[in-house]
């Protein structure tokens, strides 16, 4: 380990900003020395407690992370904000209206906020995120909050980190029941009914209330519906109040070791399989190669099988 790594992991245990900033880029653009900080940290992460956020857009993810945030600030707790936009390459609109809004804590040293909305070149935007959640562990942090645009698998890939997801919904605009995705019920551990002031709220719970109850249990818990109205901060005492009792319900040693031995076997699945197409890029085979392969395979000049043999000969993997 390096001088310069160690003393960067010393300033982000510290809870230097521009050191944990830094370390953000360098683990989204995938620099060498990202690694070796996190090595560093590892062992003084496994603090945090880990919420996701997710829901379609607009539903009012940023100003429930916000309230969220505020009380667990009026605790004493640090708290880690990532804001995770997969669908902009760059960071859009919504993404700057959450700064603005999140403003308020702006003079808050015991609260970070990071947008993330590249996905870096070798994909992995929920291993990306799975890091910096470790980095703000690390840094300090005792809640971190995930808010992700609930569409595709990455945002399901990255709620399954969180230790706790909330699934946030809204009364009409189409947002109905029967249309939400199957993959948004299944990981919901809490379902938000944010917009409660909104026409529809009533008959929009029944129905959500309805479909849940066909669902299975998960280990005991039955995910429950709270109401909010998160511009006049109702119902975020409630909701706050819910994520402890799920809390509460998974402290037990065993239900929450078997969960995160299966998250780490997750984890070091796509850590192995990341580690393993790099090296096989670094060995020339980038997408320009990939393809000439797979047209070889296409026009059966050459088998799937051998031509993997072949890939993984190239790396001084049989
Ligand atoms: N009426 C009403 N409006 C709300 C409520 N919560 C949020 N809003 C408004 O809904 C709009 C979207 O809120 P955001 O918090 O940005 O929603 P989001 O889910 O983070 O949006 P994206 O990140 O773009 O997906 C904003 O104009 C909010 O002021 C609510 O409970 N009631
Ligand atoms: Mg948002």
């Not at 004493?76 to 390459?89: M, N, T």
Request: glycine share 10%.
């Amino acid at each position: 380990m390096t001088a310069t790594a160690n003393n960067w992991a010393d300033k982000i245990r510290a809870g230097d900003v521009r050191a944990i900033s830094r370390a953000i880029t360098a683990i989204e653009n995938h620099e060498p020395e990202a690694e070796e900080v996190l090595r560093l940290l590892f062992p003084d992460t496994g603090q945090a407690y880990l919420i996701g956020v997710t829901g379609s857009p607009g539903t009012g993810k940023s100003t429930l992370v916000d309230r969220l945030a505020s009380r667990y600030r009026k605790q004493q707790l640090p708290v880690g904000i990532v804001a995770v936009d997969p669908s902009s390459p760059f960071s859009g609109g919504a993404i700057l209206g959450d700064r603005i809004r999140m403003q308020g804590h702006a003079t808050d040293s015991g609260i970070f906020i990071r947008s993330m909305a590249t996905r870096g070149f070798l994909g992995g935007l929920a291993r990306t995120t799975a890091d910096v959640a470790l980095l703000l562990d690390a840094a300090g942090k005792r809640v971190i909050l995930v808010e992700t645009v609930g569409v595709g698998q990455d945002e399901v890939d990255i709620v399954k980190l969180a230790d706790c997801t909330l699934v946030v919904l809204m009364p009409g605009s189409g947002d109905e029941v029967q249309a939400i995705k199957a993959g948004i019920m299944e990981i919901g551990d809490i379902f938000v009914l944010n917009k409660a002031d909104r026409e529809g709220t009533d008959r929009f719970e029944q129905q959500l209330t309805a479909m849940l109850a066909l669902a299975p249990e998960r280990d005991g818990w039955r995910p429950p519906v709270v109401r909010t109205v998160a511009t006049e901060d109702k119902g975020t005492q409630q909701l706050a109040a819910a994520i402890e009792k799920f809390r509460g319900h998974f402290a037990a040693a065993a239900p929450r070791n078997a969960k995160n031995v299966e998250r780490w076997k997750q984890r070091l699945l796509e850590l192995l399989q990341a580690r393993l197409m790099e090296r096989v890029a670094g060995e020339g085979l980038g997408e320009a190669a990939l393809v000439a392969v797979a047209n070889e395979v296409a026009e059966r000049k050459k088998d799937p099988y051998s031509a993997v043999s072949e890939i993984l000969a190239r790396v001084g993997l049989k």
